[in-house]
C-alpha cells in the first residue's frame, strides 16, 4: 500500500529538497497519513544500510594512471614561463601522485548546517577563481606589499604572512565575494597546491580547526581574534591544518 | 588530447581530474564490471578533455558525469542491449565477476545491497547511485541524466521501492533456504 497523494512530495521531503512552504504541507500530511510515516522509516533504514555497506568505488590506480599518461606529454611539451603557471603544473602533478597513493575524497560533509553551507560557498568560490583565472588583485610574496595592498580596501587589519621557510609560499590577494560578503583572499602554494585562505571578519569566539571536504576540495576553518579564515585547496586535510598551525601560532 | 591549449589543459587538471573517482563509481554501477567501468571512464575522461574548450564554467562534476552516463549507455547499446529494455529482472543475476575486489567483498549486507541495486534497471540504478553514493542534488540530477526534476523524483520513488522489495525478497530466500 502507498499514499499517492503524498507520492511526490514524500520523496522530496526526505530529501530535503522541497521549498519550507511544501515542508509543512507534507508534515501536516504525515500526522494523517498511516503509509507516509512507514515509508520515510523504510527510506531511512535503506539509506543508512548504503551508507554503512561503503558501496561507493573509487577510481583504480591503473585508470589514474592511464589518464595521466594521455595528458602528460602534452603538458611537458608546452613551455610554462610565468612562476605561477609552473606551480600549477606541479599542482596537477602531485594532485595525480597523490590520488594514486589512494587519496580519496570522502565526500560525506558531517557538520552543522552553518558550516555545511558556509563550505560549499567557500568551495563555490574558489573553483570559481580556479576557472576565472582571477587569482590575485595583487601578485606578490612579500608580506609588506600584500598588507600594504589590502589597506585603504579592507575594514579590518589583514594577517598577511608568508610561511615559504615552512613550505606555504605566499602569491597574492584578492578581494572576493562569498555568500554577497565581501572577504579577502590570501593565495598560498605549498608543494604545488594551490590554497585559497577566505578571511572575513566576525563576531564569534576562538574556535579549534573545523575540517571538511566538498566536490573534491578539502577546507579547514578556524577563527582567531575576531576573524575567521578558512583554506580550502585540493591538497590533503593534514597540509591545511598545518597552515592553520602557522596562522594561529 | 591534444586538443586542450595550455590554459584549458591546466583548468581540465584542476577542475575535472578531482572527479574521477565519481566518474569511475557511477561507471561502475551503471555497467556493473569493473574492467569495463574503466575501459569507459577512461573513454568517457578522453571525450570530456577533447570537449573541454567549451565548458565555460558551472558545475564540473555534474558536466564531466553527464559525459560518463551518455558514455556509458552508448556502450550498453552496443554490448549489451538487452539490460536497457529489462524493467525490473528478479532474476537478473550479476554476472560472476572473479576480482579480487569481488572475493574480498566480505561483508554480507553489502553483497546483498550490489546484488539487489544492480537487479535494478540501470535508470533507477543511477538516480539511487546519484543521489545516496554521490550526493547529487535533484537539480544536479536532472543536468546529469537529462530528465526533468519531476522525473527524477519519480525514478528515485521507484529505485527506492525496488531495492527494499529486492532486499525483502532476498532475505526471504536466503531464510528459507537456511531453514
Redesign the interface.
Given at each position: 500500500m502507498?499514499c499517492d497523494f503524498a507520492?511526490?512530495l514524500?520523496?522530496?521531503y526526505f530529501?530535503g529538497?522541497l521549498s519550507s512552504a511544501s515542508a509543512v504541507e507534507f508534515e501536516r500530511h504525515l500526522q494523517q497519513c498511516t503509509h507516509c510515516p512507514v515509508e520515510l522509516v523504510?527510506?531511512d533504514l535503506?539509506?543508512e544500510?548504503?551508507?554503512?555497506?561503503?558501496?561507493?568505488?573509487?577510481?583504480?590506480a591503473?585508470?589514474?594512471k592511464?589518464?595521466r599518461a594521455?595528458?602528460r606529454p602534452?603538458?611537458a611539451a608546452?613551455a610554462?614561463s610565468q612562476p605561477l603557471?609552473w606551480h600549477?603544473?606541479a599542482?596537477?602533478a602531485v594532485?595525480?601522485l597523490l590520488?594514486i597513493a589512494g587519496w580519496?575524497?570522502n565526500?560525506?560533509l558531517r557538520t552543522d548546517d552553518y558550516q555545511a553551507e558556509l563550505a560549499e560557498a567557500i568551495v563555490d568560490a574558489h573553483?570559481?577563481s580556479?576557472?576565472?583565472?582571477h587569482l590575485t588583485g595583487i601578485s606578490s610574496n612579500d608580506e609588506q606589499a600584500v598588507n600594504g595592498w589590502f589597506k585603504g580596501r579592507l575594514k579590518f587589519v589583514l594577517p598577511a604572512r608568508d610561511f615559504a621557510n615552512d613550505g606555504f609560499t605566499l602569491q597574492g590577494g584578492r578581494l572576493d565575494v562569498v555568500d554577497e560578503r565581501s572577504v579577502a583572499v590570501l593565495v598560498y602554494t605549498s608543494t604545488g597546491h594551490?590554497i585559497n585562505v577566505f578571511v572575513w571578519p566576525t563576531q564569534g569566539r576562538d574556535t579549534s580547526a573545523q575540517v571538511g571536504s566538498r566536490?573534491?576540495?578539502q577546507w579547514v576553518d578556524w577563527r582567531k581574534g575576531r576573524i575567521e579564515f578558512c583554506a580550502v585547496s585540493?591538497a590533503p586535510t593534514s597540509d591545511l591544518q598545518q597552515l592553520q598551525r602557522l596562522f594561529t601560532n | 588530447m591534444n586538443d586542450l591549449d595550455a590554459e584549458d589543459r591546466l583548468r581540465f587538471e584542476q577542475l575535472v581530474l578531482p572527479h574521477v573517482d565519481a566518474a569511475f563509481n557511477l561507471a561502475r554501477w551503471l555497467l556493473r564490471r569493473r574492467e569495463d567501468a574503466e575501459e569507459v571512464a577512461q573513454e568517457a575522461l578522453l571525450r570530456a578533455c577533447r570537449s573541454f574548450h567549451g565548458f565555460r564554467g558551472g558545475d564540473a562534476r555534474a558536466w564531466l558525469l553527464q559525459i560518463v552516463r551518455n558514455t556509458c549507455y552508448s556502450w550498453l547499446e552496443n554490448n549489451r542491449p538487452r539490460e536497457l529494455m529489462v524493467e525490473f529482472d528478479e532474476e537478473l543475476h550479476p554476472q560472476p565477476v572473479a576480482t579480487p575486489e569481488s572475493i574480498a567483498i566480505a561483508d554480507e549486507d553489502r553483497e546483498r545491497l550490489t546484488r539487489g541495486l544492480e537487479t535494478l534497471p540501470p535508470r533507477f540504478r543511477e538516480v539511487l547511485v546519484l543521489r545516496e553514493l554521490e550526493g547529487c542534488s535533484y537539480k544536479e540530477i536532472a543536468a546529469i541524466t537529462s530528465m526533468p526534476i519531476g522525473t527524477v523524483m519519480s525514478s528515485l520513488s521507484r529505485a527506492r521501492r525496488q531495492l527494499c522489495s529486492a532486499l525483502t525478497s532476498s532475505s526471504h530466500k536466503e531464510a528459507v533456504r537456511e531453514v
Open positions: 502507498r507520492d511526490s514524500l520523496q522530496g530529501d529538497e523504510d527510506m535503506l539509506s544500510r548504503l551508507q554503512i555497506a561503503q558501496l561507493y568505488e573509487s577510481a583504480p591503473s585508470l589514474r592511464k589518464i594521455n595528458l602534452v603538458a608546452t610554462m603557471r600549477w603544473l599542482a596537477a594532485l595525480l590520488v580519496r575524497v565526500s560525506v573553483v570559481l580556479l576557472q576565472s583565472g594551490l566536490q573534491g576540495y585540493d | -
